[in-house]
């Protein structure tokens, strides 16, 4: 064997090594990925069930109440456009409110409803969101709140 098939089969094998490393790592960090849905996105059914997702949007004015336990709370958060229910078994962020921009992160129970293990909201009146926002401007429903309303 001459040194230059030596050396071609050596960095074949590095390379293949590599690529099994890359793919494993690839494989791994796919599991713990979490995508980000609307709730128009939900109402289409492209949402996995059961798979850790984010949920984002306006929290529905009207729809905020407390269960009995004291502890689980259920809400709505819409789009403006579709609506999902969301229960969150926990204490809620100061700044949650009706008709602020939240995100949540948990999963869809077996009836389409949302189970959130954990409720973001924004921090100041200007602030929402990126994906919230993106969602919004999706759906036509978008307002810059920096703009004076008259």
């Known amino acids: 064997m001459t040194r230059k098939r030596r050396r071609l089969y050596m960095v074949l094998a590095a390379m293949s090594i590599l690529a099994g490393a890359a793919a494993l790592v690839l494989g791994a960090l796919q599991s713990e990925l979490t995508y980000f849905y609307s709730p128009t996105d939900l109402a289409a059914g492209s949402a996995p069930a059961g798979r850790s997702i984010r949920l984002g949007g306006l929290v529905e004015e009207g729809s905020v109440e ?17 609506s999902v229910p969301v229960t969150y078994r926990g204490l809620l962020p100061d700044l949650f409110r009706e008709g602020q921009g939240v995100v949540t992160e948990g ?8 189970v959130a293990r954990e409720v973001l909201a924004k921090h100041d009146e200007n602030y929402m969101p990126r ?5 919004l401007k999706k759906s036509g429903q978008w307002r810059d709140p920096t703009e004076a309303t008259e």
């Open 66 to 82: 407390r269960l009995d336990d004291g502890v689980t709370t259920s809400f709505r958060v819409t789009d403006l456009t579709s």
């Open 107 to 114: 999963s869809l129970s077996a009836d389409g409803a949302f």
């Open 131 to 135: 994906e919230v926002t993106d969602a």
